[in-house]
């Protein structure tokens, strides 16, 4: 993990807090992070939320690979930029269950192969994007302003 963008100026908040309180708060995390599923699963089956996605193979199983994956995601190597370039695990998904995720920003969220990529740059100046279910309607908002720029910076 890397402390840059939002994590970074959050640390920074904690950093400002009292003592006491900003142990109070971490050990509160610590305590609750952990307990958190790495996905979810809704409407009986036919829905799937994983933050960077889970290609199909992974649907109902839980371990510290799967975790992973559905956090980051799958990645070939860098960019120029040392950015990650991330497997396109949706265009080879066929399952049942629709799967809404993000975790890479794109300018449009398009249904593809029964998965929706909704991250559609909020932070970044984009729009902040979801899905109404079982509607399968995207309803996106514009931005309010620039909160990072791509590099990293923080605004």
């Known amino acids: 993990m890397w402390v840059a963008h939002g994590l970074r100026v959050s640390l920074e908040q904690i950093e400002q807090l009292p003592a006491e309180e900003a142990a109070s ?3 509160a995390f610590q305590a ?22 889970l290609p199909e193979r992974f649907l109902g199983r839980v371990s510290g690979r799967v975790r992973s ?3 980051y995601g ?7 930029d040392g950015l990650p370039v991330r497997v ?3 265009a080879e998904y066929h399952g049942a269950a629709a799967v809404v995720y993000g975790h890479t920003p794109q300018s ?3 249904w593809r192969n029964n998965t929706i990529n909704i991250d559609t740059g909020c932070v970044f100046g984009g729009k902040l994007t979801a899905v109404r279910w079982p509607e399968r309607e995207i309803v996106s908002v514009p931005a309010r302003k620039e909160y990072a720029q791509r590099g990293g910076q923080v605004r």
């Not at 958190?36 to 699963?41: A, K, Q, S, T, V």
């Not at 799958?74 to 120029?80: A, F, L, R």
């Open 25 to 27: 708060l971490s050990a």
């Open 32 to 53: 609750f992070a952990p307990g958190l599923p790495p996905y979810l699963i809704l409407d009986g089956g036919a829905l799937v939320v994983a933050h960077a996605g």
């Open 69 to 71: 994956l559905v956090l």
């Open 74 to 80: 799958e990645s070939v190597g860098d960019d120029e």
């Open 88 to 90: 396109d695990w949706a």
């Open 108 to 110: 449009e969220a398009l």
